[in-house]
């Protein structure tokens, strides 16, 4: 029987199980989306939905507490600054899995995790990057025009 288990061992030893949910979440964070077996995703839902709970609130304590499992520091001030605040409303549930079926190799039940909220890129439009490129061309005839200028004093 299966009673009392609090987590999945994932066949692994401590050490080995925590570096790769460790390395998963940092994942997580940075791609905002990662492909994974069933039993990993759900372990690794159960950290990421807890660090983000605690990054709602930023602060010191809060800070350190996330720095124990994320190394990456441009990943960590990510989490804080970028990810956390999208969800200061929602009370729970911030990651998403949907199912993709199965590997080929082992016919291991994959999932996708994902953030509900995605962070907002900037994203520039053709036309804007059109009018860029022509003022770009603009101001180089500009340039040549002005060293000839200068050429003939």
Do not use: C, Q
Request: no cysteine; aromatic share 4%; hydrophobic share 35%.
């Amino acid at each position: 029987m299966k009673h009392r288990i609090g987590f999945n061992a994932l066949s692994r030893t401590s050490s080995h199980r925590k570096a790769l949910k460790r390395n998963m979440v940092t994942s997580l964070f940075r791609y905002e989306r990662i492909e994974t077996t069933k039993a990993k995703a759900l372990e690794v839902r159960r950290m990421a939905e807890k660090m983000i709970t605690r990054a709602k609130v930023d602060s010191v304590a809060n800070r350190r507490l996330i720095a124990r499992d994320i190394t990456d520091e441009a990943i960590a001030a990510k989490l804080f600054t970028e990810i956390a605040p999208l969800f200061v409303e929602r009370k729970g549930g911030y990651t998403r899995i949907l199912k993709t079926g199965n590997r080929l190799g082992d016919a291991a039940e994959m999932v996708i995790l994902e953030l509900v909220e995605k962070t907002a890129k900037p994203e520039k439009k053709k036309a804007e990057k059109k009018s860029e490129k022509a003022e770009k061309k603009a101001e180089k005839p500009a340039k040549k025009a002005e060293k000839s200028d200068d050429e003939e004093k």
